[in-house]
């Protein structure tokens, strides 16, 4: 029997969260999130005049005994949220001990089980998803309620990771083909050498309340290897020439926090969060912890 | 700047390899990553396919090509003119004298002369000989002829000015010997010999017709100095329990200073003078002191000046004691009378002695020869002892042509209106020296025969005039006092710099232990059946302390020096009357290269290799 992905122990712990988004859901179906339509619920939102055919269990008493007009109560109406999980499943993903897009799946479950527990509505897409069967595609598109969370964490299991990916492409296009914007979750190492700018700007013009989560390998923010070398990328093939030592690790490292520093400023300056996390941290702290801090979930 | 061996020049002729090196391409290890944009800083350029790549300025390759012109370099033995002659030996004197102790150039004109010395020697080629010769209080071979210019620094460095006068003309001696070669019946030079002195008292009258090929490498300027030239201690004619000290001061700068003078007892500031002394004149401090005990009596002058070691003298001082006579005559009024004048004199008169004269001070011999030769100091009046002079002529009326001023027994002495009916007269024997002379002959000597002082007048007085003359009582009072034991001891411990120390102790010792001023010791063997002690190590000035067994002496080492108080630098050095030697700066020859130039590759690689190890490592 395989592995599960998430322990049953750290799922139990999970169920305490609730996603937080920032703002009201706008999906036309009921679900167990605020909005900004009025309907039937015990949250009061406003009055209104009275109209003819308007249901009289409606009508505040209280309001008539004193000004002798018929005033109708409204309710806010509670409605579903859309929750869609962007993982990068590209080649480069596959890289690191242990590999960035285990890590990411784990994350991935993580954020889906919560969401599930909370009512939401969630959706997975793999970048690419050219290795997504139709049985495994129906597991992780459009899942609702606690009951689906089992068949989604499987589902989500059984993805692996290959192929090739533009990132900014893929982004634009999963913007377009989304009806109901919610929250998006983004699960990349963001390493393409195209960049990212214009994926994340396509999913917030769309109307996405984005959390950018940047999952990078223990070998990436720190290198072993030394001498000239000659690195191959994993997805494009092209070769680069250099020549590294120790005793530059640490303009490495400090270009590569510059990297990552460009990024998180990206995402502020569109009120995306952003969190770098390495394929090596203990699941279990950034999971209760930093995504807590980070206001992921609360 | 020229080279050696210009033909290594054609190891150049690989520069270019090393820039071929640079344009094929490396072999590098492939490895996979997982994406490449986190190496953008690290990226080379995409190569091309064809095994050269385009030029690219590389930091290590032009380290390299340094590196490589620094070892071409260093092949072709590159050379420019140094500071040297060329010759076949080199013989360096560096003068080791009191006057290079000054101070008017920094640290000293000793070090500064070392410096330039140390100059010098680096400039000489791997080819010459150079060796080292010490100029101080004896002239000592520093370093013997090499080619090792390691040895040549290392003798350089243990050289140390002493206290002592100049006594170049003995070193110039000893190095005129390495650098005279003779072939056949002819005598040719061969070498150099290189001064570094400042030329102060520099005295080469003897080496007048030696022809040195030497070369002065002059040292210090004018310089500013007093120093004491003279020191004397007596007995206060006034007061027979006082004490005179007299010290003179010589200003050897070029105007009129103001010193002040010290006088010590025991370490013991006993009074203080102020003197202004003209420029190059001297002055003299006069001081009166009523003596507690026999102890050392020091002189110190408190001046600013460029030389310290000039700044103070001292001698041992004993109590004046009573002076014990012996008087053998057959009669003389005036002798007896004139003894007895003397100051602290207690004359014993006879006319034959034949106990022993232990008891005495001296033993004044009037026209009689004892049957036992007095163990005492003696004063010979008319006696003609057989075994002291060659041989003894007497002449009728013989005039006094000339006297010797100079000498402690003739001091204030004037003979000018003494006639004598009759004299013995001699020739200067080597053990004394003649005081007055008549013609070719002297009619008195004085010197030391056996350890005793030994005064001996040719003549009667009674057969002159002058008994009648105030010379002759101060003749006497002369007399005693330098035929005194007491004088003569303290003579004894009065030396100059650079002179034997010699102690004689009346117990046998086998050895004794000598203190320095700089509070070392040394032991010396005891000589002539363990009576003698002599210690040739008084290079510097001050109180050295000799212990014999229970008997302690103290010797005062002094400069005393007027010439080297004098500490003006010179431009040009005097040899005889009409020989001189002018300083130079330097003059060249070839000096080798090619050490630096490989030091600087071995540096350059060692930075290249830590270069290439922080990129790659």
């Given at each position: 029997m395989p592995e599960p992905l998430l322990e049953p122990k750290l799922l139990r712990k999970l169920e305490q969260f609730q996603l937080r988004t920032g703002r009201r859901a706008r999906s036309s179906a009921r679900g167990e999130r605020r909005s900004k339509a009025h309907g039937q619920s015990v949250e009061f939102a406003d009055y209104r005049n009275y109209v003819a055919g308007d249901d009289l269990r409606y009508l505040d008493w209280n309001l008539y005994g004193r000004l002798d007009r018929f005033f109708l109560k409204l309710y806010e109406e509670e409605r579903e949220l859309s929750v869609t999980l962007f993982l990068d499943a590209s080649e480069s993903m596959t890289f690191g001990e242990p590999s960035k897009f285990s890590f990411a799946q784990k994350i991935a479950g993580a954020i889906g089980y919560v969401s599930l527990c909370g009512f939401d509505r969630v959706t997975l897409t793999a970048l690419p998803d050219t290795a997504v069967t139709p049985a495994l595609r129906s597991g992780l598109r459009s899942v609702r309620g606690r009951k689906s969370s089992l068949g989604f964490l499987q589902a989500l299991s059984q993805l692996a990771a290959g192929g090739t990916m533009t990132f900014n492409a893929a982004l634009r296009r999963a913007a377009l083909e989304t009806r109901q914007p919610g929250v998006a979750v983004v699960l990349s190492d963001f390493l393409d050498p195209a960049g990212y700018e214009t994926g994340l700007h396509a999913l917030a013009g769309r109307g996405f309340r984005i959390h950018a989560l940047q999952v990078l390998s223990p070998e990436e923010l720190a290198p072993a290897h030394a001498g000239d070398l000659r690195l191959v990328d994993s997805e494009t093939g092209a070769e680069q020439e250099v020549t590294f030592g120790r005793y530059r690790l640490k303009a490495y490292q400090r270009s590569t926090q510059n990297y990552i520093q460009r990024l998180r400023e990206f995402c502020r300056a569109r009120g995306i969060s952003f969190l770098s996390v390495s394929s090596g941290a203990p699941m279990e702290a950034l999971l209760l912890r930093e995504f807590r801090e980070t206001g992921l979930w609360g | 700047m020229n080279f050696l061996n210009p033909i290594a020049f054609l190891f150049a002729l690989t520069m270019p390899a090393v820039v071929l090196l640079y344009l094929?391409?490396?072999?590098?290890?492939?490895?996979?990553?997982?994406?490449?944009?986190?190496?953008?800083?690290?990226?080379?350029?995409?190569?091309?396919?064809?095994?050269?790549?385009?030029?690219?300025?590389?930091?290590?390759?032009?380290?390299?090509?340094?590196?490589?012109?620094?070892?071409?370099?260093?092949?072709?033995?590159?050379?420019?003119?140094?500071?040297?002659?060329?010759?076949?030996?080199?013989?360096?004197?560096?003068?080791?004298?009191?006057?290079?102790?000054?101070?008017?150039?920094?640290?000293?004109?000793?070090?500064?002369?070392?410096?330039?010395?140390?100059?010098?020697?680096?400039?000489?080629?791997?080819?010459?000989?150079?060796?080292?010769?010490?100029?101080?209080?004896?002239?000592q071979v520093k370093q013997s002829p090499t080619r090792d210019k390691a040895a040549l620094r290392r003798a350089l460095d243990s050289c140390a000015a002493s206290d002592s006068g100049t006594r170049l003309a003995e070193a110039l001696q000893t190095a005129a010997a390495f650098t005279y070669e003779k072939k056949g019946e002819e005598t040719r030079v061969s070498g150099e010999i290189h001064l570094f002195s400042d030329g102060a008292s520099v005295d080469l009258g003897e080496l007048a017709n030696k022809n040195l090929p030497l070369i002065y490498h002059r040292v210090g300027g004018e310089g500013r100095n007093l120093g004491i030239v003279s020191m004397d201690v007596r007995a206060d004619p006034e007061d027979p329990t006082r004490r005179l000290v007299l010290a003179n001061v010589f200003n050897a700068?070029?105007?009129?200073?103001?010193?002040?003078?010290?006088?010590?007892?025991?370490?013991?500031?006993?009074?203080?003078?102020?003197?202004?002394?003209?420029?190059?004149?001297?002055?003299?401090?006069?001081?009166?002191?009523?003596?507690?005990?026999?102890?050392?009596?020091?002189?110190?002058?408190?001046?600013?000046?460029?030389?310290?070691?000039?700044?103070?003298a001292s001698t041992y001082s004993f109590l004046p004691r009573p002076v014990s006579i012996l008087l053998l005559t057959r009669g003389n009024r005036f002798l007896e009378k004139g003894l007895r004048a003397a100051p602290r004199s207690q004359v014993t008169v006879a006319a034959e002695w034949t106990g022993p004269t232990d008891a005495f001070d001296l033993t004044v011999l009037d026209r009689t020869t004892p049957a036992t030769w007095p163990a005492t100091s003696v004063l010979a009046i008319g006696v003609q002892p057989t075994n002291w002079f060659a041989a003894v002529v007497v002449e009728k009326s013989p005039p006094i042509v000339d006297w010797n001023h100079a000498h402690p027994v003739l001091r204030q002495v004037n003979l000018d209106n003494v006639d004598l009916a009759e004299s013995q007269l001699v020739d200067p024997p080597p053990w004394g020296v003649s005081l007055a002379q008549s013609q070719q002959k002297a009619l008195i000597v004085a010197g030391e025969r056996e350890r005793k002082r030994v005064i001996w007048v040719g003549f009667d007085p009674l057969q002159s005039n002058w008994p009648l003359r105030i010379s002759f009582p101060i003749f006497l009072a002369n007399a005693v006092e330098w035929l005194n034991p007491a004088t003569q001891q303290t003579a004894d411990l009065l030396l100059r710099v650079g002179e034997p120390i010699r102690h004689t102790s009346r117990q046998p010792v086998t050895e004794a232990v000598v203190t320095r001023p700089d509070g070392t010791s040394a032991t010396v063997i005891a000589q002539r059946d363990g009576h003698e002690i002599f210690y040739g190590g008084t290079d510097r000035a001050g109180v050295y302390t000799v212990r014999a067994g229970t008997n302690v002496a103290t010797f005062c080492v002094n400069l005393l020096n007027a010439p080297e108080t004098q500490i003006a630098s010179r431009t040009n050095l005097v040899i005889g009357r009409y020989a001189g030697v002018s300083s130079v700066s330097t003059s060249s020859a070839p000096s080798d290269q090619w050490r630096w130039w490989a030091v600087a590759a071995l540096a350059l690689l060692m930075f290249e290799w830590w270069f290439y190890h922080k990129r790659t490592a």
């Open positions: - | 094929l391409k490396k072999r590098r290890k492939s490895r996979l990553v997982s994406s490449t944009v986190l190496w953008q800083r690290y990226l080379a350029d995409t190569q091309a396919n064809s095994p050269f790549q385009k030029f690219r300025n590389h930091a290590l390759m032009w380290l390299q090509l340094a590196l490589l012109a620094l070892a071409v370099g260093a092949l072709a033995r590159p050379f420019w003119r140094g500071s040297a002659a060329p010759s076949r030996l080199r013989v360096l004197v560096l003068d080791g004298s009191a006057s290079m102790q000054s101070v008017d150039v920094r640290p000293s004109r000793f070090e500064s002369a070392r410096a330039q010395a140390r100059e010098w020697i680096n400039g000489l080629r791997d080819t010459e000989q150079a060796m080292i010769l010490l100029a101080g209080a004896v002239t700068s070029a105007s009129r200073e103001l010193a002040q003078v010290e006088l010590l007892f025991s370490n013991q500031v006993v009074e203080a003078k102020s003197v202004e002394i003209l420029p190059t004149n001297s002055a003299a401090a006069l001081f009166s002191l009523k003596q507690p005990g026999d102890g050392v009596l020091t002189v110190r002058l408190l001046a600013p000046d460029d030389l310290a070691v000039d700044n103070s």
